[in-house]
């Protein structure tokens, strides 16, 4: 399934650039990333707690960054297997400065597939699920890339995390009405 | 279908339910109706360790009138609200809404509280939760709040109740428009699950002359969460509402929306199906305020 | 983790031990052995597994035994009233061919018993709708919306 | 003798047991300490397994044992293919995976515990360790050269090629008018029988005998098969179906887990159970349709057709269940309808995909052929801008041309395809529907009406045309006190064989109903027997129950006439028995028959009653009593009173009819709403019309799901994505139409009944039917084709 949008950050390119491919960030920013660990050049073995509402799952597999091209272009792909079944991901993100360069756009274009008992009975929400997921990433990205390097790092708490989200969302609603 | 083991606790007060989920937090579950829950659970896709049944606490159920509010116990069955009179007369929205949730036996005993907590994207209540503007008491350690309609609904299965809130009671503010009031709830039902492909619940307030004073819009199934078409209203308020201006509107329906897809409807689909369900459903309405 | 469960099925009360995990269905089939409530989805879709919980018909697939403690159940095998009498709706299902492999027919009965006692005198539509909660791949439901007539027409 | 059953829509007897709840389907047999099996099945399409770990399975609670490809999978045959094409490829399909999974579903592992809950637990703890490998999925793409290929060892994705059918077609269709071409569908659909599978096995080591309850079909041929896949003497081995909810051809088959749980009890030596969940039913249990073909149907300019040809490509799966590769062949048998056409001609691909078997399903292959046939009719009529039914009508065989010869192959017993056709329309008001619907289309409305005229082949089968024997068996046996018990080796599912039989043995024995006792599904108890499939129940197996009776009366005669100290001649059976017929007596004899002088009274208590006769009458009863205390019968006669008879028919039998639905489709949203549905089905002699009426009920609206809901979708990863009833859409009633029915009756010749079947005749007429209704509505808008199911969206883009 493909998934594809767009995220403005307000934060500079280099620094969103830098906060993309950094694993600490990344373990932070990823939904239910509870493990993030080295096993090669640009590659990390991954344990995924994630889900959407009642609905969980473990999954453990890895994260790759690859077609690394600093500070424009990366693609990152997630492979996780569990108790429900298995999700692949793999996302192209590409950076444009905005707002002066005070701003980053974020264009993703992406490919998901899950495959299992959630393939099976969540077609409905995977969509969206994905959607909400790669939403809650770039808005824990955003928090990460405003902070001041050396500062303690955001907390990203679901329901922070959500709650960014949404007003973002209501923002952009707005925005386009407004247009 | 065998749910994986669980703890399992039927506190007799609210306050004991919301004490322990405090306690447990993200390991608990609450157990309403169990119709979301319990086939998630049954499938293996929700694990909880300790489910909290909000089924015994006494006076979760009831639907009163109080303050110029409607309220109702979030354990208060879809069909009791199918089935009351009283809501006929004074808000037939929700007994209209409820008539189209599941099937018989799961209007049985699936309750309102649980399926607005569960946000299902598809789910019929948050349309009609949306039109009438409800508000949603939620009781937490640090006593109880009220969370709007508007703000409810967060995102796909994801609501504005904290962890460790659970959802007490809904309540509807009495019209107390002057005029006549108009509601309505259609849906298109998907033919396997009975989810709404597309729900549009829509409540309208006409002056004597058939101008449209308020109205509220909620629509389900569309997107990752139901909406409110802000768009739709803002084009009936002050109209007098013939067809045109009716269909004119509806057109509004999907304004920026992005709308989900998946076998039974593409996102164009399905955008296109809320603009004439709105445009049907905003029709019956109007027609029931005259 | 076992909790003790109480309740009356079919007018006998019992008493069990039961893992809170334990479906009200599978209380009934594999505890007290009451195999007429069957189980044909994993979803809540097909109604196989109705029963009536406290007068009302619910799917037992979709509860646990333990939240119907204290509660009464009634299950098809103690449908027929007095001296084994068939319930009105159970002569109408053999009466007008309402069933063929019979196995949606317990689930189909008392759901349709609920329908007809919530509406005494259904038109064709509200038959067909008030059973959307049990599917039937045999019938093709038109025998049993004759049945659902018949007693209706009985009670 | 007068019919008093046959013929009437009498009460199943079956009902009693079922509206009560207390019949027993396999998974409410409880047998004590029973051991309980859940599966580990593939979450990808298509993966190496390189590790099946079990270890902490093994130890958790309540787990007795667990089972890999590893430990089962050599020790047991492979699963039975029954079809035999010629340079078919067979791929080794065992029980358990080995070392590829080429499924969502494929079992990988048996837990066996000790309940259930426990068993289910411990499938989480099982860890696979997959190579994902590319899968095939699209059945086109599968079949085109280069790989991926799923058995590398074949060395592509083709199973088999078949080319069929008589006639010139390349010098038909060069020599036609009109070449219509079509791309056609027949999505792969799920059957859904509302009871999946189940298996309960018990071995006991000291008879050694094993005994296999499974929700089948086909006892007998099952019971064979397993005693070949699991090494099991075949007579120490007993298959009982008991209650089966519901088969529609998936349950016409022999499937790992039922070889598997015999196998398993035999290892542990206790009962062991496995109850299939509806997710194992939508992975694991066969699929059906699943054909993608391209049509070419030549026709004059008149309508007359002149040569059909369709070269399809059938998707098999990975592995064959029991019919998978023969299904596609009947739908070239079935591929002149009812229509005469001169060349006939179908080329079947079939194709290894990465998902499970397709294989008989309601219908199997002919529902196909006859979509195929009357989409064509339609496309026909389209091209020539000639009515439907004219088109249908200038085609069919004539009744005085039956036994009517097809292009393939094919001797169709008898039919009045116009009788049927005209009750149709007569009943629907078809001139009238038309006006109608060209009123309607002047008010912006969207309408249609669409016709089918099918024929079906049914009745399966002579054995020659048959994998596994086309006969079918029946025992009659009249008790000692008169009861009378039939053994049908037709094991029902659902379709009132209790009943129906019942009803021909008592008009013919001349008994109450009630005193009629059908036993069928145990396979020590009943004579071999084939099974309930193709229409066939009735047309083979109630003959066969009629020819014994009347083997049975032909000894019961000589018996009774042997009290009655008669010669059989003067000696016939009534409703009351065997009566001396006096007048022909005297003319026999010239003297008065002396009154016998025969033991008469009440017998002692505890003991038989003897026969009782007055010397001119005696009953069956007395007759049967007789025959098994065999104190005074003919000389040489055999004690007893029971016949086995095997019935092979000589053909099939071929049941026809037309529907017409009449459709209307919201122009907004492009949703279909059913007007009117008729339906005028023939199926020879009617024994239960009631149970007729139901059939075709039934199927009509599992032809209604294929037509406008159902459909198994795979993604492009080989993931089953309608792995559920809440994605899977089977019809509901507030979905359908109420249905109106009628019969012509055109008695066959194939058997002695005039019966041709009819469990499949409305999933075979309506599809076509329906999606000519919603096609025809479309006509405006330049549509002339569109493939199922008619999703509301599909139709709304093409209206805008």
Redesign the interface.
Known sequence: ?KIEGTHELRAARERVYKALTDPRVLQRCIPGCERLEKTGEDSYAATLRT???????VFNGSVKLEEMRPPEHYRMVVDGKG????LKGSGNLDLEEAGDGAATVIKYTGEV?????????????I???A??MA?QFFTALEAEAQTVEGDPPPTHG??RT??R??SGWLR??FQ??SK | MIPAQFDYVAPATIDEAVSLLSQHQDEAKILAGGHSLIPAMKLRLAQPQLLIDIGRIKDLSYINEQDGQIRIGAMTTHYQLESNERLRAICPLLPECAAHIGDVQVRNKGTIGGSVAHADPAGDWPAAILALDAEMVAVGQQGERVIKAADFFVDMLTTALAPGEILREIRINAQDVGGRLGQSYMKVAQPASGFAVVGVAVNLALDAGGVCQSSRIGITGVAVKAYRASGVENALKGRVLDSQIIAAAAEHAADAVDANEDLYASADYRRHLARVYTRRAIEAASSRAH | MKMSLSMTVNGVAREHEVEPRLLLVHYLREVLNLTGTHVGCDTSTCGACTVRLDGQAVKSCTMFAIQADGSEVKTIEGFAGEGGQLHPVQEGFWECHGLQCGYCTPGMIIAAAQLIERTPQPTEAQIRHGLEGNLCRCTGYQHIVEAVQYAAKKS | MAKKFVGQSIKRTEDPRLIKGLGHYVDDIKLPETLHVAFVRSMYAHARVKEVDVSEAINAPGVVAVYTGADASALIGPVPCASALPDLKVPDHRVLATDKVYFVGHPIAAVVATNAYAARDAVDLIMVDYEELTPVVDVEEAAAEGGPFIHEKFGDNIAYKLTAGEGDIDAALAGADHVIKQRIVNQRLAPIAMEPRGVLARYLPGEEELTIWSSTQIPHLLRTQLALMIGMPENKLRVITPEVGGGFGSKLNVYAEEALLGWISMRLAKPVKWIETRRENMQATIHGRGQVGYLEIGCMNDGTLAGLRYNVFADLGAYYQLLTPAIPTLTGLMLSGCYKIPAIQINVTGVFTNKVATDAYRGAGRPEATYVVERALDLVAQELSMDVVEVRRKNFPAPEEFPFHTATGLFYDSGNYEGALKKALEMSDYAKLREEQAKARAEGRIVGIGVSTYVEICALGPSQAMPAGGWESATVRIEPTGKVTIMTGASPHGQGQETSFAQIAADELGVDIKDVTVIHGDTSIVQYGIGTFGSRATAVGGTAVFIAIQKLKEKAHKIASHLLQADATNVAFGESGFSLQKAKAAVASGVEVPEPDLPVGQAPAGALPEPETDGKHVTLQDVALAAHLAKDLPPDMEPGLSVTYFFEPKNFTFPFGTHIAVVEIDRETGDIKFQRYVAVDDCGKVINPMLVDGQIQGGIVQALGQALYEEVVYDEQGQLVTGTLMDYAIPKAAMLPHFELARTETPTDVNPLGVKGVGEAGTIGATPCIVNAVVDALAPFGVRHLDMPLKPETIWKLIH
């Open positions: 399934m889900g959407v509402g009642s609905i969980k799952g108790q429900p079944g298995f597939q899950v495959g299992g008992t959630i393939a099976s009975v969540g077609q409905r929400m969509q969206g699920a959607k909400m939403s679901f329901f959500a709650l989200w949404f952009r609603i386009n009405r």
